[in-house]
């Protein structure tokens, strides 16, 4: 069960992952830097793509933290079950 429950959790994962990842195109703006931008777009500059970019960079960075630190936890906890399971099959099967 837990088994089945962690893949579905991974695919969810690597699919959320994709359609962020293949976004062409994402307004994270306000609309003062929407403004800003479209103002240097039509004056020939580029710093809006690099605006959007940095949003989409800075918005990014706390999920990766969690997710890091979710999956240390998972594996750091599924470790620890598995020593806690040898210790209780040693403690059966050494004669006290």
């Given amino acids: 069960m837990k088994s089945t ?3 579905m959790s991974l695919l969810t994962l690597v699919i959320v992952a994709l359609v962020l990842l293949n976004s062409s195109e994402l307004a994270a703006q ?3 830097c929407k403004l ?3 103002t240097n777009l039509k004056g020939g500059g580029t710093a809006a793509t690099g ?3 940095g949003i989409i960079y800075l918005l990014m960075i706390p999920y990766v ?3 890091s630190v979710g999956l240390l936890w ?3 906890h599924k470790l620890f079950k598995a020593e806690e ?3 209780e099959v ?3 099967l050494v004669p006290a």
Avoid: G
Wanted: proline share 4%.
């Fill in 5 to 7: 429950v962690m893949k």
């Fill in 30 to 32: 306000c609309p003062m």
């Fill in 36 to 38: 800003s931008a479209e």
């Fill in 51 to 53: 605006l959007n970019k």
């Fill in 65 to 67: 933290l969690m997710t």
């Fill in 74 to 76: 998972w594996r750091n």
């Fill in 85 to 87: 399971l040898e210790r």
């Fill in 90 to 92: 040693r403690a059966l």
